[in-house]
C-alpha cells in the first residue's frame, strides 16, 4: 500500500531541513521526485544523493510568493515525467519579531507566502491533476494552538503570530478544498509538526531545547527524519479514503 512507484511527487521546500528526508523517503518508495526550492544549491544536492541510491529526482528553482514561479513548477514537472499525482507544499516564512514590532507589511509579506503562496499552488497542482491525486499542506502545531511565551526567554520572541496565524488558515483551506475537489478525486489533507527547531537552534539554544522538551508528553524534541513516514502515508494508497484531515506530528504536545 505504500508503494510509490509511477507516482510523481512534487515537494515545495523539498531542500529545508524537513523537506530532505521527506524528500528522500519517497524517493525510496519508488517515487518521482521533484524537489521545488529557492535553495538552489541545496537541491540539487539533494536531487544528486537520490540518484546515487537509484531513486528519480530533479531540481526546479521556486519561489512560492510569485504566482509565475509556481505555476511554471507544476508545469516543469508534468514536462519532465509527464504526470503530478501528490504536492507536498512544505514551505513557511515568519518575521520573528514580536507583536508590538511586527508592521502591516510584515504580516502581509508573511501570508502571501504562508496562505496565498500555498492555494495558488495547490490549484496549480489540482489543474494538472485530472484522474486525482493528494495535496498535503504543512500547518503546524502553532497552528493549532497558541505558543507558550514562558518558555521563550529573552532574547529569543515568542514564535511569531504572523506564523500561527498563517498555519491556522492553512487547515481551514486544506478543509474547504478537501470538500471543493473531493469530487475530482483530489485528497487534501494537512500534517501538523510539533518541535522539530533547525540544527542552528537546537546548537544555539539547548536551554529553549530542553524546555519544549519538557512540554512533549515523549520527553523530546522531532528528530528530522520523522515527518517523513507519515508524508508517505499521506502520498500513497494506504490513505485513499483520509480527506480534510489534520494529523498532527508532535509527540502528543497537543494532546494536553
Request: aromatic letters at 8%.
Given at each position: ?6 507516482k510523481?511527487v512534487l ?8 523537506g530532505q528526508?521527506?524528500c528522500t523517503g519517497?524517493?525510496e518508495?519508488g ?5 521545488a526550492?529557492?535553495?538552489g544549491?541545496?537541491a540539487?544536492?539533494?536531487?544528486a544523493?537520490?540518484r ?8 526546479v528553482a ?9 505555476e511554471d ?6 514536462d ?6 501528490v504536492?507536498?507544499?512544505?514551505t ?11 508592521t502591516?507589511?510584515?504580516?502581509d ?7 496565498t503562496?500555498a492555494?495558488?499552488l495547490?490549484r ?8 486525482g ?7 503546524s502545531?502553532y ?9 521563550y ?20 483551506m486544506?478543509k ?12 487534501v ?5 510539533g518541535?522539530f ?11 529553549f531545547?530542553?524546555r519544549l522538551a519538557?512540554?512533549v508528553p515523549?520527553?523530546r524534541i522531532g528528530?528530522?527524519?520523522?515527518m517523513?513516514g507519515?508524508i ?8 485513499t479514503y483520509?480527506?480534510?484531515a489534520?494529523i498532527?506530528?508532535d ?5 494536553w
Amino acid at each position: 500500500m505504500f508503494d510509490l512507484t509511477g507516482k510523481t511527487v512534487l515537494v515545495a521546500g523539498g531542500a529545508g531541513y524537513l523537506g530532505q528526508p521527506i524528500c528522500t523517503g519517497l524517493a525510496e518508495q519508488g517515487a518521482s521526485v521533484v524537489v521545488a526550492d529557492m535553495a538552489g544549491e541545496r537541491a540539487r544536492q539533494l536531487v544528486a544523493q537520490i540518484r546515487e541510491k537509484g531513486g528519480s529526482a530533479e531540481a526546479v528553482a521556486l519561489d512560492v510568493a510569485d504566482q509565475v514561479s509556481s505555476e511554471d513548477t507544476v508545469k516543469k514537472t508534468v514536462d519532465t515525467y509527464g504526470r503530478l499525482d501528490v504536492l507536498v507544499n512544505a514551505t513557511f516564512a515568519s518575521i520573528g519579531k514580536r507583536v508590538e514590532d511586527l508592521t502591516a507589511e510584515e504580516f502581509d509579506r508573511t501570508n502571501r507566502i504562508n496562505l496565498t503562496g500555498a492555494f495558488i499552488l495547490a490549484r496549480a497542482a489540482a489543474d494538472a491533476m485530472p484522474s486525482g491525486g493528494s495535496i498535503i499542506f504543512f500547518s503546524s502545531m502553532y497552528g493549532r494552538v497558541s505558543p507558550d511565551p514562558r518558555i521563550y526567554h529573552a532574547p529569543m520572541n515568542p514564535n511569531p503570530i504572523e506564523y500561527g496565524v498563517g498555519k491556522a488558515g492553512v487547515i481551514q483551506m486544506a478543509k474547504y478544498l478537501a470538500v471543493y475537489w473531493g469530487p475530482r478525486g483530489i485528497r487534501v489533507n494537512v500534517v501538523a509538526p510539533g518541535p522539530f527547531p533547525n540544527p542552528d537552534v537546537q546548537a544555539g539554544h539547548p536551554d529553549f531545547i530542553s524546555r519544549l522538551a519538557d512540554r512533549v508528553p515523549l520527553g523530546r524534541i522531532g528528530r528530522q527524519n520523522e515527518m517523513a513516514g507519515t508524508i508517505v502515508f499521506l502520498a500513497s494508497d494506504a490513505s485513499t479514503y483520509l480527506n480534510g484531515a489534520t494529523i498532527g506530528v508532535d509527540g502528543g504536545w497537543t494532546a494536553w
